[in-house]
Structures are given as structure tokens and as C-alpha cells.
């Protein structure tokens, strides 16, 4: 019997972790399937999805740089992959290509089940304003918090997404400002969803914004504690977690979508983070 063949097609993609994680809710879910790493040309996405599924391919998850051609390649959108304009998760169904985006879910699903916050009424600070935030604006929203800002270094651009995500806000307070901004102000959650971790940056935030047991979470992760969180740690905030948990909630929500059961996913973060710390990983 062939096995159900899924991929995470990105560029570059040989340092996704996907592979591991979904072999991991394999063997543990008893599912028969392969997951393997695809790298697409940059501009190649559509064909290397096509050839893919002409191998038999039931599935992809999506990343840098393809979550827009992914929304757009699909013939059926999920209203969170509609709302976030991009998606990470492919499913192929025999009339056409089912489109989500698992991002915000597994950003919730590791906020409230592994770290045990409480969202509703809460005052929270997203950072950044691209593709990573939008993708969880509609979830966060939907955990009802008293408030949520979206600060970003362009301040143009924060104000143009908490614009387009104002029907969706119901009794939050969604308001966006740039960074120098916040001073003064005080939050129970702020996230980091800006791209500066990844060149070992933080954004540059006035002092004072946590509050007593707040949480700073960076959507990032490494094997070093990220420049958000060490920052976040000499400006006194008591809670620290990166993005580990949320890439393995949205991997399971994505596992979820193709084979109809949930994985376990607290074995496997422990797993991941067993591989970040060996010192054979890069
Ligand atoms: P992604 O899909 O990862 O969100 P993106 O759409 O390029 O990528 O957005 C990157 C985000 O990180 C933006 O909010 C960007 O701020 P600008 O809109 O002002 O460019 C933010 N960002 C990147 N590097 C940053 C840095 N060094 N300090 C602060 N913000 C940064």
C-alpha cells in the first residue's frame, strides 16, 4: 500500500522542522503517510505544487516565501486563511485546493492550553505589521481582549491593518501606533511577530511596558534566546517563552486538517527542544 504523501514546500526549506514534527505525529497518531521537504525555484511555486500533487501528493504546508501564492492558488479559503491574505496549509481534495492557515491557531493553542493565559479582557501589544502578525490578528481577536495594539516601526503600516481587521475587533479596543508611542502604557501580552529576531534585533521599546506577569513572547525561536526575549528580560518582564510551542500547535492544527485527528503535542515540543539545545544542531 503507497502512503499518503505530504510536503512544506518553501525557499530556502532544508533547515523546516516539519519533517520531524509530522513524522513524530505519525508514529504516534498511527497514521501510514510520508512528509519530506520540498525547496521551489522562487518563482516556481505553482509548478512545484502541480508536480507534487501529480506524485500523489495530499497535502503541503506553505512557507517564506509562498504564503500569498498559496492563498491565492486556492479554489476554497477557510475564513482565517481569508482573513490573514495568506496561507500554510494545502489540502488537495478531489475538487481542487483547500487553503488554511493554522498560524493564529497554534499562536492561541500555545498562549492558552501550554502556557495557561488568560486573554479575555487582557491588554495586548502585537509588534509588527507583515504577514506574521496579520496572520493571527483574527484569532487573537477572537479571544476577546479588552484591548489590542499593533505597534510597528512603519507606523503607516500598523495603522493600515488594524484598519482592515476593525469589523473583526467586536469589543476590543484595536488601535496601532509606532513604537515610541507606547511609552507610558502597559500590557499583559506582547508578542513579537516583527522579523527583527531573525537578524538578531529587537525592536526599540520604551521602557515600562510589562506589567506585573506579563508575558513576551516572540513568535521566533532559536537555539540562543532571541533578541526580543533577552531585551524583553533586561526590561523586567518575569514570563518569557519564543515561538517553539506555536510551531508545533500550528503543525498539528495543520495535521488535524488533512487526517482528521489531533496529535499530542507536548512530547514533541519537549523533542524539539531536546534537538535545539544538542550541540550537533546548527
Ligand atoms: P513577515 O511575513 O515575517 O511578517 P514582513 O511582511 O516582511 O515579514 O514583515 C516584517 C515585519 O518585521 C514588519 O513589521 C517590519 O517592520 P516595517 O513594516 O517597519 O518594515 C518588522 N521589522 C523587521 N525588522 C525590524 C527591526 N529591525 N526592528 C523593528 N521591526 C522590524
Redesign the pocket.
Known amino acids: 500500500m503507497s502512503l499518503d504523501r505530504y510536503a512544506v514546500i518553501g525557499n530556502p526549506v532544508a533547515h523546516s522542522r516539519s519533517p520531524l514534527i509530522h513524522s513524530l505525529f505519525a508514529r504516534q497518531t498511527h497514521q501510514a503517510i510520508s512528509y519530506e521537504a520540498l525547496l521551489a525555484p522562487l518563482d516556481g511555486f505553482k509548478a512545484t505544487v502541480a508536480a507534487f500533487r501529480a506524485r500523489g501528493g495530499r497535502g503541503a504546508n506553505v512557507t517564506?516565501p509562498f504564503?500569498l501564492e498559496a492563498h491565492a492558488l486556492a479554489d476554497c479559503l477557510s475564513p482565517r486563511a481569508a482573513a490573514a491574505g495568506?496561507a500554510n496549509t494545502l489540502r488537495f481534495d478531489d475538487d481542487g485546493i483547500f487553503a488554511d492557515n493554522t498560524d493564529g491557531a497554534g499562536l492561541l493553542r500555545d498562549l492558552v492550553d501550554n502556557l495557561g493565559c488568560r486573554l479575555e479582557g487582557t491588554a495586548i501589544l502585537l509588534?509588527?505589521?507583515?504577514?506574521?502578525?496579520?496572520?493571527v490578528m483574527l484569532p487573537l481577536l477572537d479571544a476577546a481582549p479588552a484591548s489590542l495594539t499593533i505597534a510597528?516601526?512603519?507606523e503607516p503600516?500598523?495603522l493600515e491593518l488594524a484598519q482592515s481587521f476593525q469589523r473583526h475587533a467586536g469589543k476590543t479596543t484595536l488601535d496601532a501606533c509606532g513604537?515610541a508611542a507606547l511609552s507610558g502604557h502597559r500590557y499583559d501580552l506582547v508578542i513579537n511577530?516583527?522579523?527583527?529576531s531573525?537578524?538578531g534585533?529587537?525592536?526599540?521599546l520604551p521602557a515600562g511596558l510589562y506589567g506585573p506577569g506579563a508575558l513576551a513572547y516572540d513568535m521566533m525561536y532559536g537555539r540562543n534566546e532571541t533578541a526580543f526575549l533577552a531585551a524583553a528580560r533586561r526590561a523586567g518582564a518575569k514570563r518569557l517563552s519564543d515561538g517553539l510551542g506555536m510551531l508545533v500547535e500550528q503543525a498539528a492544527e495543520s495535521f488535524l486538517i488533512w487526517r482528521g485527528v489531533r496529535p499530542q503535542t507536548r512530547s514533541v515540543i519537549e523533542n524539539l527542544r531536546g534537538a535545539l539545545r544538542s550541540p550537533a544542531e546548527p
Open positions: 517564506v504564503k495568506a509588534l509588527g505589521a507583515g504577514g506574521a502578525a496579520r496572520g510597528n516601526r512603519s503600516r500598523a513604537f511577530a516583527t522579523s527583527a531573525l537578524s534585533e529587537a525592536p526599540p
